[in-house]
């Protein structure tokens, strides 16, 4: 093996690379940290994609498709209030031919710009997320949603991020960080989520809401909390574990039993059962962490306005663990919202339920945090 480029700065991982079409040499290559850096080995690539980049001030630049020549280029320009308009260049004359823009009816005017932030973990670790900001209002005292990914073994990245830009229309202050175990940052940074559900890797949630806190962002009587699959985990222990931190929390499919979760890996996944078993927990070697760290074992600790949505048929939140929370909850008398759409897995795909599920969520929200 031998090793063409690694980050020059040695921070995150390869992004990814591209070839050209012509001779299969190597043109650019690039890294995602706050935002994308790139390098080209092509000076001639390197110097035509400079060029789209001052045309395209302020965006960043995605070559896509091109004829095998190279000559004709397919490129998308995009940023945080700009979802994407694609142009088609001519890389020998620099002519560029407009193609179509990305929900060209989206007023990007009205779009709020997200910004990249870090902070302090409890333990001391730099923690990487993304803060969108409401147009028109001071960013002090102002409702916040944290919004922690799925996964949990993936990223946000800087863009047009149509959640963050839902909420910040409302008058919310967005979070979405990057928690330890979010791929990109390295292998040490993944590794250190290694039997961190519901422990470190729910402190950094925390620690980023803690922290708006202490900017005077965020009023720390005016938290919420929305999440999906691993998301929607880190919601319910983040009103399980940390009950007084959030008014409001709303858990998208997500796990609530890690028990459950790890006896519920599906065969395509089997392969990587042991080292789930390495990044989650051994059902019985780690039994009592794994006892200690589901939150449907501790709903009496919940009294933070709670709307759980799930699919029945989802294979992999289940059913029945979202079934458990809600009645327990119920039966202490505690505010639960539960939508429940028979015809949806594992997230909903069908317009119909996600016109309904954001209708109810931003009704919520509206409610509890007051925006």
Not at 46 to 62: M, P, V
Not at 97 to 116: D, G, H, V
């Amino acid at each position: 093996t031998e090793i063409v480029e690694s980050d020059p700065l040695g921070k995150v991982d390869l992004g990814g690379a591209l070839f050209s079409e012509a001779t299969d040499e190597l043109q650019e290559t690039w890294y995602i940290a706050a935002r994308a850096r790139i390098y080209f080995p092509d000076k001639k690539f390197g110097a035509d994609n400079h060029w789209l980049e001052q045309h395209f001030a302020g965006y960043e630049i995605n070559v896509g498709s091109r004829t095998r020549d190279d000559r004709f280029w397919l490129v998308t320009a995009h940023s945080d209030t700009e979802p994407g308009q694609t142009v088609l260049f001519d890389s020998k004359t620099h002519k560029i031919t407009p193609q179509f823009r990305i929900w060209e009816k989206l007023p990007r005017e009205q779009l709020a710009q997200m910004k990249s932030v870090t902070y302090k973990s409890s333990d001391g670790l730099e923690i990487p997320a993304y803060l969108t900001l409401p147009r028109g209002v001071a960013a002090k005292n102002l409702p916040t949603l944290i919004v922690p990914h799925g996964g949990p073994w993936g990223r946000d990245f800087w863009g047009y991020n149509s959640i963050a830009q839902f909420f910040a229309n409302r008058g919310y202050a967005v979070l979405m960080p990057n928690f330890r175990g979010s791929t990109g940052y390295g292998r040490k940074f993944w590794e250190a989520s290694f039997g961190e559900w519901g422990l470190k890797m729910q402190d950094d949630v925390t620690d980023g809401a803690q922290w708006l806190v202490a900017q005077g962002i965020a009023d720390p009587k005016r938290i919420g909390i929305y999440g999906g699959s691993y998301g929607g985990y880190a919601t319910l222990a983040g009103v399980t574990f940390t009950p007084d931190l959030y008014a409001a929390a709303v858990d998208y499919v997500g796990v609530a039993n890690l028990f459950t979760f790890m006896k519920t890996i599906p065969p395509y996944w089997k392969p990587l059962l042991p080292k789930f078993q390495d990044m989650v927990g051994h059902p019985e070697k780690d039994a009592e962490r794994l006892r200690a760290t589901s939150p449907v074992m501790h709903v009496d600790r919940i009294r933070t306005p709670l709307f759980i949505a799930q699919g029945a048929r989802d294979p992999r939140g289940n059913k029945d663990e979202s079934d458990q929370v809600v009645e327990a909850l119920r039966k202490r008398g505690i505010e639960v919202q539960y939508m429940v759409k028979d015809n949806e897995g594992h997230g909903f795909r069908n317009e119909e339920n996600q016109f309904d599920f954001y209708a109810a969520m931003e009704k919520f929200f509206a409610e509890h945090l007051h925006p």
